[in-house]
């Protein structure tokens, strides 16, 4: 869903080398290099043993991320974090020079520009205002690292420096690993693009990526990412705003959603697809706003270390790349598809979500409207999601859950509705539900509240039983 997380840096190398003395008093003479780097990569474990997450699949690995790549740890002494103030971790720095075929300082109309050479982009535009215009732009060759996702290396069009890129009735097609199509990296950096057709095939390869605190605006563009860990619409290290409006948006490979966050994104008036993946991921601090768009995701493997299917995943994953903080997801108007599993799953993070005259369209396997619980990422024991669900004008259907790490505090204004079940499972202790004077709530099975506000004959029982703190209504 992101980038194949890679942690053979120079800088780590070095580390190794000033540390191995300690090592041999320690007795650990004997350990190979890949072992050593191996534990470095591996997060310190927990008093019960086992390390953030339980131990999962991968024995002492830590917890992969749903793109099935591995966290970068945390930042090392001496400062090697990632732009715009992230925690950052193993990914370096920017590079002082980046290669590329054509580095434009000017408007250009028409033409043609490609790159085959490995870490190389084939347009590069740093610090100029520019504007460019009916190019086709191919780009083919490989970078082998994460750096190409957190600073643009190896992109098919790469601003930054403070650049004003725009890009105007373009095609843009790329084919290799972490070939991404435009990238706007840095504080600074703004990229305008309009009525252009976006084709990636290769994995870790989006089509529109911001990084670094860049902005991105995207008007009726045509993007399609058939690799797998790429966005459609992608940020990365340090995320920035991305405003996007029209347009189609979509992605066929694993890990692949239609929008992975974070930055601030907003998208409007856009169709947008994940055959292999959830529709929208949202990582850490950061938010997704979605005004009368079409989305569907169809999370049918489950990826990474995730272990719910959902059309909406909301998570922290502890790995450096997404601030800390509170998510927002925000949705007015439009509809959502969920062709397999839950519609929402938040996880390791606090979230509000606000849904405005949404339709939903749920999944044929799943009940559950949302799920709050543990999963893989975070301190077990502490990693469980606590989410605020503001419904207005607003009919809902599904099961809201929470395992005993999470809460929910619901409230349902303007005419909304809610048809489900409530913390069925009696497993959460800290569970509200709000109703105004003109909202409804029909239970689907018995729901276990912490505390209510509103008219109790506005919940209309269906022949199960609601629980207020412990009492039956």
Request: hydrophobic share 35%; no cysteine.
């Amino acid at each position: 869903m992101k980038h194949t997380k890679r942690f053979l840096t120079v800088a780590l190398a070095a580390m190794l080398a000033l540390t191995s003395a300690t090592a041999l008093a320690e007795g650990e003479a004997n350990e190979s290099a890949d072992t050593q780097m191996t534990q470095m990569q591996t997060p310190p474990a927990l008093p019960d043993g086992t390390f953030p997450g339980g131990p999962g699949p991968n024995g002492g690995q830590p917890p992969e991320k749903p793109d099935g790549s591995f966290p970068t740890p945390p930042e090392m002494p001496g400062g090697m974090g990632g732009p715009g103030g992230a925690p950052g971790g193993m990914g370096g720095s920017a590079p002082e020079e980046y290669s590329a075929a054509v580095t434009l300082t000017e408007n250009a109309d028409g033409g043609t520009y490609a790159s085959s050479a490995d870490s190389e982009s084939a347009v590069l535009v740093s610090g100029s205002d520019v504007t460019l215009t009916s190019a086709t732009v191919s780009k083919t060759g490989d970078a082998d690292s994460e750096s190409a996702d957190f600073y643009g290396i190896n992109a098919a069009v790469l601003a930054t420096d403070g650049a004003a890129l725009t890009i105007e009735n373009a095609q843009i097609t790329t084919d290799g690993a972490h070939a991404n199509a435009v990238f706007s990296y840095g504080s600074g950096t703004t990229v305008n693009v309009s009525d252009t057709a976006i084709i990636t095939t290769g994995n870790n390869s989006g089509g529109l990526m911001t990084t670094g605190g860049a902005a991105m605006n995207a008007v009726n563009v045509t993007v399609s990412t058939a690799g797998n860990s790429s966005a459609a619409i992608r940020s990365d290290r340090g995320g920035g705003t991305v405003n996007v409006q029209g347009g189609t948006y979509e992605t066929t490979g694993r890990g692949s959603p239609a929008i992975y966050s974070t930055a601030d994104i907003t998208v409007s008036g856009a169709v947008l697809s994940a055959s292999g993946s959830e529709a929208v991921v949202i990582e850490g601090g950061n938010s997704v706003t979605l005004n009368g768009v079409q989305i569907t995701g169809n999370d049918a493997v489950l990826n990474g270390q995730s272990t719910v299917k959902t059309n909406v995943l909301i998570y922290q994953s502890m790995s450096g790349d997404a601030r800390d903080g509170s998510s927002v997801f925000t949705m007015t108007g439009g509809d959502m598809t969920a062709l397999t599993g839950d519609m929402f799953h938040v996880t390791n993070v606090t979230t509000t979500i606000s849904l405005t005259g949404v339709a939903f369209h749920p999944a044929d396997d799943s009940s559950v409207f949302l799920s709050a619980s543990a999963d893989a990422w975070g301190n077990s024991g502490s990693n469980g999601g606590h989410v605020t669900l503001n419904l207005a004008s607003q009919e809902i259907a599904g099961d809201l859950t929470a395992d005993a790490l999470s809460s929910l505090h619901i409230s349902l204004t303007e005419n909304s509705s809610l048809t489900g079940a409530v913390n069925s499972a009696n497993a959460s202790q800290d569970v509200t539900v709000t109703l105004d004077g003109t909202s409804v709530w029909t239970l689907t099975g018995d729901s276990y509240l912490t505390a209510f506000t509103g008219d109790l004959a506005q919940v209309n029982l269906n022949g199960f039983t609601l629980y207020i703190a412990g009492e039956a209504q």
